[in-house]
């Protein structure tokens, strides 16, 4: 079984529906627009999607809604880290059982620091238990939100002992030399940095990709982008990093919910889901001060109505 896509992934937005309930089948429709801007992927459920504020039972049904929805298994990888390591198998058997087999698996983040031996255990279950080896497994290092972080060491005794089932990781860090660590240290794995102003220097330097909030609103642009070459990639290269700049000025899921809002004239975009709450009236509109100013180049607010 081959891993998932390398290439440029959007952390996908989760929508909340009326009665507040994540709203699965709206999700799946979402994640299909930005593979038609040109993403190679999506990763839903991860920390932008809110997925550690969603219900297991939810988690459990997404799967098979994008199965039906038709999307590949190489093109989603699905959040399925749980502080219980029980829970992340129920979430990843899920997956797996709706033919997805790439996964995003944080560390459990509620003890804090645990030993690698903990750490290893974990996974060892979680692979274990799901029995199949058709998995592949993406750990996800997100020391600041997690506290719990992954180490080189932790990285290479997972592979050795479970070879190809430990596929990649994720690298939300922040640390772009900590991430080509990565790179460097860990054979046959796929190593995605969060950010997209990292991009063309990652691929150049052996970097997968880029597994990322902000290409939610920039998916068209990054595209652009991979496609261009020499002076004209370099100069789409520093207009994406200029919307990733803009857009973590504020809390990710409330902002990109509010471009999406933007986007589409959806105000039904806009809801986050508890602990986290919507942008402020002032925020709202800096956030959109801040966007004019980079038209018409990054085409983010041109793609659609933009509402005041």
Known sequence: MSKANRGVYAASLTPVGPGGEPDGRKLADYCRW???????????????????????????????????????????????????????????????????????????????????????????????????????????????????????????????????????????????????????????IDVFPSNEGVLLEGLGKGCAGVISATTNASAALARATLSAGGGEAAALQETLTAVRVAISQYPLSAALKQIEAWRTGDDSWLPVFPPQVALTPEQKQQLKRDLEALEPASGILGRGRAAA
């Open 34 to 188: 930005n593979l038609e801007q040109g993403l190679d992927g999506v990763a839903p459920l991860g920390t932008t999607g809110e997925g550690n504020s969603l219900p297991l039972s939810f988690r459990m049904e997404l799967p098979g809604l994008f199965s039906d929805a038709g999307f590949k298994s190489s093109e989603v990888i699905f959040g399925t880290g749980s502080c219980a390591a029980g829970d992340a198998i129920a979430a990843t058997k899920a997956a797996v059982d709706a033919g997805f087999f790439n996964v995003l698996v944080l560390p459990p983040f509620y003890f804090k620091n645990v030993s690698d031996e903990g750490l290893f255990a974990y996974y060892a279950r979680l692979i274990e238990g799901v029995g199949t080896d058709r998995l592949r497994v993406y750990l996800y290092h997100f020391p600041q939100m997690s506290m719990t972080p992954i180490s080189i060491g932790l990285i290479q005794r997972l592979k050795r002992e479970f070879g190809p089932l430990i596929a990649g990781l994720k690298d939300s860090s922040g640390d772009f030399e900590g991430t080509l660590g990565f790179v460097r240290a860990a054979d046959d």
